[in-house]
């Protein structure tokens, strides 16, 4: 037992703390941003949240989609019928307000979250206070990897008649908790997660393309999946790139005979998988469309391709 202590005492924190947090209009000291222990959030997953990503670029810090990002907060509070006290806009300023204070100017994530907070035990929380936050911190990769191994998951994705993907909602990921322990504890990078009518719906985290002969599809929004912002910048980029791509039910079972498969989303960014239950996908190596898709990726969050869309990178300085 005091071994276990010695180990728990010693283990470093992955994230990297910053000096300052914004938190319900202030910007305040990383460890004064606190809440009380019986916050309805933390009890119950009544909040909703958002994960945006900034790149380092030169002296300057470069925010991918920024607006699309607080506007699907926004929504989500909506289908949560969480009260919000503030605008998309009045966020976002928030948000580079809290980067410059923190003067940050190397690759980062974004955490914004509105949450139920303290008040009582009423699970309807009528007349319960809400609270908003944006932490950042410095971030580089969220898999160590270039290639994945991932596993399908023995737990189902859930769905709308539960409660809606489509929204970021904290007590969600509870879903893709259970399913990415299961994946690492059998030494799996990643989970996938079949729905109720058991097709492909996404990872833990992130949306999945599939490549067959050089077309690429992608479960579309029915198969209870988050509508991801970085999926749709990737359908975007296959037009322009002129890959032929299509939304619709995926087969568990073409994952073992895809050409190419990759995942994708703002932590992600684009993440190749080499093999899927032990089967390798291909080759084996990075195939030449997500190779292409990767690097064109790229490019778009540093603002060398904007795809017709000059407002998807913001300057924070």
Not at 24 to 35: Q, R, S, Y
Not at 43 to 68: A, C, Q
Not at 218 to 225: F, N, Q, R, V, Y
Request: charged letters at 25%; one cysteine or more; hydrophobic letters at 40%.
């Amino acid at each position: 037992m005091v071994v276990e202590l010695e180990l728990e005492e010693n283990r470093k924190p992955e994230i990297q703390k910053t000096e300052f947090v914004w938190m319900n209009g202030k910007t305040i000291g990383w460890e004064d941003a606190t809440i009380p222990i019986m916050t309805h959030a933390l009890h119950y997953g009544t909040g909703v949240f958002e994960g945006i990503r900034g790149y380092g670029s030169g002296s300057n810090l470069l925010i991918f989609r920024l607006r699309d990002h607080f506007e699907r907060l926004i929504n989500s509070a909506k289908v949560c019928d969480i009260e919000t006290k503030y605008s998309a806009e009045e966020l976002m300023e928030a948000c580079l307000s809290l980067i410059r204070s923190n003067d940050l100017r190397e690759d980062c994530y974004i955490r914004p979250i509105i949450f139920v907070g303290f008040s009582g035990i009423n699970l309807g929380f009528i007349d319960y206070p809400t609270e908003s936050a944006i932490v950042v911190f410095p971030f580089k990769h969220y898999f160590s990897k270039p290639g994945l191994d991932v596993c399908i998951s023995s737990w189902t994705r859930l769905f709308d008649p539960v409660t809606p993907p489509l929204a970021k909602i904290c007590g969600n990921y509870v879903n893709s908790v259970f399913a990415k322990r299961e994946a690492a504890k059998n030494g799996y990078d990643e989970a996938l997660m079949l729905n109720t009518s058991g097709k492909i719906s996404e990872g833990t985290g992130e949306n999945i393309f599939v490549i067959k002969k050089g077309r690429m599809c992608t479960p579309p929004m029915g198969a209870s999946i988050l509508d991801g912002i970085t999926r749709n910048t990737i359908m975007e980029l296959a037009k322009e790139f002129q890959i032929e791509i299509i939304e619709r039910d995926v087969a568990r079972s073409e994952l073992y005979t895809a050409d190419e498969v990759f995942l994708t989303g703002t932590a992600a960014g684009i993440a190749p998988v080499i093999t899927v239950d032990r089967r390798v996908v291909g080759d084996g190596k990075v195939g030449p469309l997500t190779k292409s898709l990767l690097e064109g990726y790229s490019e778009i969050v540093m603002g060398k391709l904007t795809l017709g869309h000059d407002d998807w990178v913001t300057k924070v300085y």
